[in-house]
């Protein structure tokens, strides 16, 4: 079996920041893509950033130059740090890997539980 932990969410003010983390646990022979998602209450799961094996990012527009993801292959982990937060980005975060596991010849997706970010104005 293969879990993402994620630890890292809670309250801060507008203008803080806030780091996020996502570990990658159990029978994986690779990782490729890791990224973050949020869904804001009433709203659909939307993409935030992705990293490639390689090290390739990719934003949405509105978190370019304040959110920074990056990723420690030998710790299968993945991070997020988001600065100059607003309230618009409130929302529960989700990471997500595109994982190989051991013994079995096929990418699977895996989702985070979610942490839940909360920006005061």
């Known amino acids: 079996q293969v879990q993402l932990g994620e630890s890292g969410g809670g309250l801060v003010q507008a203008g803080g920041s806030l780091r996020l983390s996502c570990a990658a646990s159990?029978?994986?022979?690779?990782?490729?893509?890791m990224g973050w998602y949020r869904q804001a209450p009433g709203k659909k799961r939307d993409l935030v950033a992705t990293i490639s094996s390689g090290g390739s990012t990719n934003y949405v527009d509105s978190v370019k130059g304040r959110f920074t993801i990056s990723r420690d292959n030998a710790k299968n982990t993945v991070y997020l740090q988001m600065n100059s937060l607003t309230p618009e980005d409130t929302a529960v975060y989700y990471c997500?890997?595109?994982?190989?596991?051991?013994?079995?010849?096929?990418?699977?997706?895996?989702w985070g539980q979610g942490t839940q970010v909360t920006v005061s104005s």
């Open positions: 997500n890997a595109e994982i190989i596991r051991l013994g079995v010849p096929a990418v699977t997706d895996y």
């Open positions: 159990g029978s994986i022979f690779s990782i490729r893509t």
